[in-house]
């Protein structure tokens, strides 16, 4: 007969992710579950030839494993990239913006071109439906998987990639897509309505498939239309979906983006405070960062970009739509915080430059210079834009209604370093150095918030019961050193991290005893 095996987490102090005071005490875990959880002087109970793994936290923290509540690493995840595990991550949630990496149409390229400046990936990937996807990604190494199915991946499943407005079948088509998904796990679905196609659904669109998310008891997430001069009219617009539909809505990486749009913000968080105070279940969610990274194809018209790449590039060559597109490019953009991330090629010549500087550099002016770069790169271009504020964000992090994500993306140039660095730099330098929140605080919204959000009755949580995601960290030093333009640095201070009750990271920690003492 096989000994028992049981991990102790000793001496450490506890951050339940409720949200409540931390306190001093151990945690048993036994397999994949925790089995008890007790303040010092309590003793955890096994058999006296148990097999015991002892972590002395004696000094650090222990809190459940770090949720992602907003990641797009839905190919990553298969790959099993550690840049999510190291900063404590033990649970993502892809499929975010519209993107998701299912259903696959009847041309799988359609869905690959709309999706790999976000998703990046190679060629060959893409799933027929959510099941198919979710039982690979339960196979991943390196986190659980929860997925939302794309909007603007149902939208080029049914009707290609176009932003015109669906007829009636197709729309009754999507919504049947959504159920099915929704049936076979997916966690809810999430609109992009800043990228074609999805910038062509109209409300209505929105609103029968946020019926069906609510009917399923699932989440409607949204990146929407516009985070700058109608971004009041964006939130208002999602709040009404949820107000007719009855169903839950988290509202994506909220923010104001662009000084002279910054004092918008405070409208659109008292619009979203009333919504609630009404009855709407609604809430948003933040990363704690000034610049946001995306496609360079953001700052055009999105009807630009109506049947794909191919039609773009098309249009940009044409001399009467490339005016028309030049005229309607975003007039908010601050070129100088446009930086370029990753390009198709030639990337010496662009990757850390502003549309600005090399605008500057080439004697013409950056709308025309951002469809030319666009040009040279077959559209292959992601950007950093600097646009945001210190006290905006510290009044959205700081808000009750926020969770904290990366909106991690990966490229292949130079990805935002909130993809390897977010939860370090939340507890290092948000929490400890300008102590905008507790601790407790900053743990509750990226584990109990955001596992209540979607329904993750099991995880985010030091309880006994729960399934053993947990993050150990040093609160005295956890830090991060990643820059914008050196982001790829591991953080320091993550000193071990379990999933599934199963070690993931380990910085030495773990010692092997004959039994409880």
Known sequence: MSQAEYTVFEGGTIIDGSGNPSFPGEVVIQGERIVSV???????????????NVIDCAGYAVAPGFIDAHSHSDLQVLQNRTEKLLQGVTTEVVGNCGFSAYPLPDKPELLREFANGILYGDERWGWNSASDYLSVASESKTATVVSLVGHGSLRIKVAGNTSRALTARELDLTAGLLDEALQEGAA???????YAP??????????TLARVAARRGKVYSTHMRSYSAGLVDAVEEQISIAEASGCRLEISHLQAAGEDFWPLQQRAVDAIEQASSRGVDVAFDVYPWLAGSTVLTQVLPQDALDGGIPQLLERLRDPAHRESIRRRIKPEARWTGVVITSAADNE??????????????????????AMDILLEQEAKVLIVEHCQSVDNLHALLTHPMA??????????GRSHPRLYATFPLLLGEMVRERGWLTIEEAVHKVTGKPAATFHL??????????????????????????TYEAPDVPPTGIKSVFRNGRIAVDAGMVRLTSAIE
Request: glycine residues 14%; negative net charge.
């Open 38 to 52: 007790g303040r010092v002087g309590t003793r955890p109970v096994a058999p006296q030839d148990a097999i015991v």
């Open 188 to 194: 809810g679905f999430s609109s992009g309505l800043m």
């Open 198 to 207: 999805g910038s062509g659904a109209s409300p209505e669109e929105l609103t």
């Open 348 to 369: 010496f010549a662009l990757v850390g430059r502003s549309i600005q500087d090399i605008a500057d550099e080439r004697g013409n002016d950056p709308q025309s210079v």
């Open 403 to 412: 969770t904290v994500i990366t909106d991690g993306v990966y490229t292949r």
């Open 457 to 482: 009755h099991e995880r985010g949580r030091i309880a006994g019961g729960y399934i053993a995601d947990i993050t150990v960290f040093d609160p005295k030093a956890v830090h991060t050193n990643a």
